[in-house]
């Protein structure tokens, strides 16, 4: 019989590292472009985006599904990425994508209406984003132990964690097409006092 040695925790930390530092450059580029085309229209065209979208209009079901697709496609392209040690290129780069866009997002919103700015995004993404990124570096995670260091034997452990992470951006996307119409309109008022 096999004999299984438990993770310390300073091996569980060290092999996140990848992730960890993807997830800094990822802020770090973020901000540094949100900055650097502050005085361009793409920040204005970036914030109006949010805030000009009658979500009144949109269908739940329609705000749902589009919710899914695009939390779902960032989910999927991690997994993909770590199915191999050829792959991992594509995990790290979905991960820095996703962490990218959001803060580039949030950067923009600071620039523009400066503290109250944080409280804007926070409301319009924060809580999507977190939940978002923390599952694409466990998705990540498990990924790098399967493909890199073989401490995961059996795809269906990796599989799991994926239909995990899937269920919860059903979850994401249910929260988003239900209360996201609300929290826009409490962003709307908040920008106009």
């Not at 949010?50 to 779902?72: D, I, K, W």
């Not at 770590?82 to 959001?102: D, H, Q, R």
């Not at 600071?110 to 570096?137: D, E, P, R």
Request: aromatic share 14%.
């Amino acid at each position: 019989m096999k004999r299984v040695h438990p993770l310390r925790y300073e091996t569980v930390i060290y092999q996140r590292w990848v992730y960890a530092l993807t997830l800094i450059v990822a802020i770090t580029a973020g901000c540094m472009y949100g900055i650097d085309m502050g005085e361009n229209d793409i920040l204005l065209f970036t914030v109006n985006q949010y805030l000009t979208v009658n979500v009144q209009r949109t269908p739940v079901l329609e705000a749902f599904r589009t919710s899914l697709m695009t939390y779902g496609l960032s989910i999927i392209i991690v997994f993909v990425g770590g199915l191999s040690k050829m792959l991992l290129p594509l995990s790290i780069l979905g991960v820095f994508y996703t962490v990218f866009s959001y803060s580039f997002t949030m950067t923009c919103f600071l620039l523009i209406y400066g503290l109250t700015g944080i409280w804007v995004s926070i409301l319009m993404i924060g809580v999507q984003a977190a939940l978002l990124v923390s599952i694409l570096i466990e998705v990540g995670y498990q990924g790098l132990r399967y493909s890199v260091y073989s401490q995961i034997k059996n795809i269906k452990f990796y599989y799991s964690v994926f239909v995990k992470a899937l269920v919860v951006a059903i979850v994401i996307s249910t929260f988003d097409a239900i209360f996201h119409p609300m929290l826009h309109n409490l962003v709307i008022s908040i920008l106009q006092k």
